[in-house]
């Protein structure tokens, strides 16, 4: 048979340096988004040493150069757009047939990824404007935490989780530098490190998730929707609190990116190699146990999430499938951290059943007759007459008539009211319903406490990439529950939808947690619960597209195939073999011996029987 590629022209070395300099190519889009965070970040640091002067002069000069670090931003994204689309046209003109090769959307591709550069760097000049970094109650106490020895039970087993307490520590946090004049300095170094992670998590799941789609523009789409909720008001206004959330959000947006990549792997016609397994089963193991010890909440997610791996885990165990030890020590990580959590820290939940205490049991008489017989010192209560919850909570720590209640509450309290809530399992399960509209999207909005003015476009455009009416979310999820229903029913589901579909899956144990978990501060509490929904609605909805167009472009290759008097071009979008027009493969070239696109020696002509 006459060939046209011979293997002098097409060698396999050739071709692999020809797909890596494609990668590296694709890869100046993150290395863009890096340096302009770097830049912006850098002229936020030159604001904060600015604006403690009193120089008004200095303080108008910094908006001019502020400007210009903009346009220096933009600059930088335009020269890697031009760069990339040059790297990829001189490689698509030596690229062969059934090798990846550019096309006529290129520049829009392209645009898009300038567009997002842009966005994210308008943003950061506009929404983290050093307004003050801001403080609340709970900053006070994982700052005591943070002065504790790292070696000490008092730091691991405190009243707070010691995530947060940790990064205070590394940065000099502590009660004493509360009162101290370096305490603006110090807060903001933190503040500003929270808005870095939070920035790096963003991007690693967006690129993570992007990769994981067939279509070049729908992947563009999904990196700008999944960095635009990172970027919305109700997830990055976090950044500058000295709170747990805003390292809690980074974390799990950082578990998800590291599982989507572990799924992407999994899913492979060989399975994970060693070498993904061992570096991705690191960084989730190190993710996880940060994970537990952020938020007292977490734990919960964790613990509800690996019992329910735990099935898939022992199947793939029995069936001694390649690579089945990686996930099994991961699960079994996940129900050791969690658990550790929950139980070690048993002094950290004095604070919240307190609120449950004033707010749930005293107003209801069965349940106080509960609690009575379970040796309640419901005198201590009748003689202390609390007005408030706040009174409440100063007699529990310094009024000696509370003593029958501190010792009762560590002996007894866990365990009565863990009984309470299985004596009555409707009223505990359907408890959230009625205020279900405000846990599924709390308004968080006060929490901001700005001192400048915020954009006008700029609540706009966070309603798009984060909707807040319970009306919209709601038949959101409907729709894509429904369509990933009919989609796995009839086979055409993936490995990786199991990712966000066990977020949503956890999403109503976690509502349970945080309901009776504690009364006081709902909306605040309700946050993992508002973004776990959004972001598995998101990352369904582009999976579901994704997998719409893949059956759409093979319908209508197939049209086009056996269509009368319609000659076949013999290239096959779909990932199929080339083999409409005689196209015939030996060897490999990206996958094993059979597998779609596996060839690295070519030859075309007319076919003979053996082809």
């Not at 090769?101 to 990824?113: C, G």
């Not at 990769?211 to 909720?229: D, I, K, Q, T």
């Not at 572990?262 to 190699?273: N, V």
Request: aromatic share 10%; charged share 15%; glycine share 8%.
């Amino acid at each position: 048979m006459h060939s046209l590629i011979t293997p002098e022209k097409f060698s396999p070395m050739r071709a692999a340096s020809q797909r890596k300099g494609l990668a590296a190519s694709g890869a100046l889009p993150a290395l863009s988004f890096l340096i302009s965070t770097l830049l912006v970040d850098a002229a936020l640091l030159l604001e904060i040493g600015i604006l403690q002067l009193s120089d008004a002069n200095l303080h108008a000069g910094f908006r001019s150069a502020q400007s210009i670090a903009l346009l220096a931003v933009i600059g930088f994204g335009t020269l890697c757009v031009l760069a990339s689309v040059g790297a990829r046209r001189a490689a698509g003109s030596r690229v062969p047939i059934g090798v990846d090769a550019p096309n006529h959307w290129t520049i829009a591709r392209w645009s898009l990824w300038l567009t997002f550069v842009l966005c994210t760097a308008v943003w950061m000049l506009w929404n983290y404007r050093v307004d003050g970094v801001l403080t609340w109650p709970d900053t006070e106490d994982y700052a005591q935490v943070a002065g504790e020895s790292v070696l000490s039970a008092g730091f691991w087993a405190g009243g707070n989780p010691p995530g947060v307490a940790l990064v205070f520590k590394a940065f000099g946090l502590t009660a004493e530098m509360l009162s101290d004049p370096r305490f603006g300095a110090v807060s903001r170094r933190v503040t500003q490190f929270q808005t870095i992670l939070s920035l790096f998590a963003v991007g690693s799941l967006a690129f993570s998730f992007a990769s994981l789609l067939r279509h070049r523009w729908l992947r563009a789409a999904a990196v700008m929707a999944v960095v635009g909720f990172g970027l919305s008001m109700d997830v990055a206004q976090w950044n500058k609190m000295l709170l747990s959330e805003s390292l809690s959000t980074s974390l799990f947006f950082g578990l998800v990116a590291g599982a989507i990549l572990a799924g992407r792997w999994w899913e492979g016609p060989r399975g994970p190699r060693r070498s993904h397994l061992l570096v991705v089963s690191a960084a989730l193991t190190a993710g996880v146990i940060l994970f537990a010890f952020t938020r007292d909440v977490n734990a919960y997610f964790l613990l509800a999430l690996g019992v329910s791996l735990l099935p898939p885990i022992v199947a793939s165990v029995l069936r001694r499938r390649r690579g089945w030890w990686a996930p099994a020590c991961l699960v079994g990580v996940v129900l050791l951290a969690s658990v550790t959590s929950v139980t070690v820290r048993r002094s950290q939940w004095s604070y919240p059943f307190i609120n449950l205490i004033y707010e749930r049991i005293l107003p209801d008489a069965a349940a106080v007759d509960f609690y009575v017989q379970r040796d309640f010192p419901i005198e201590v209560i009748e003689e202390i007459r609390p007005q408030t919850r706040r009174d409440l909570h100063v007699a529990y720590r310094s009024d000696p008539r509370a003593e029958p209640l501190r010792t009762w509450f560590q002996a007894r309290a866990r365990s009565v009211h863990a009984e309470f809530l299985l004596s009555r399992p409707i009223d505990t399960l359907s408890a959230p319903l009625p205020r279900l509209e405000v846990m599924m999207s709390p308004d968080v909005s006060w929490y901001r406490n700005r001192l400048h003015a915020e954009p006008s476009w700029m609540p706009v455009a966070s309603a798009i990439v984060y909707p807040r009416h319970p009306l919209v979310v709601l038949l959101w999820f409907g729709v894509i529950l429904g369509f990933t229903t009919v989609l796995i029913l009839s086979g055409r589901g993936r490995t990786v939808w199991a990712i966000p579909l066990l977020v949503l899956a956890m999403l109503y144990p976690l509502m349970l947690v945080i309901w009776h978990g504690d009364s006081a501060a709902l909306e605040r509490h309700s946050l993992p619960l508002a973004l776990g929904l959004r972001l598995s609605l998101w990352l369904l909805s582009f999976l579901l597209l994704d997998a719409a167009l893949d059956r759409r472009g093979s319908s209508v290759l197939g049209r086009n195939a056996s269509a009368p008097g319609k000659r076949s071009t013999g290239v096959e979008l779909s990932g199929e073999p080339l083999a409409a027009v005689g196209v015939r493969t030996t060897g490999n070239l990206a996958g094993p011996p059979g597998s779609a696109g596996g060839s690295n020696n070519m030859s075309l002509g007319a076919s003979s029987p053996e082809s």
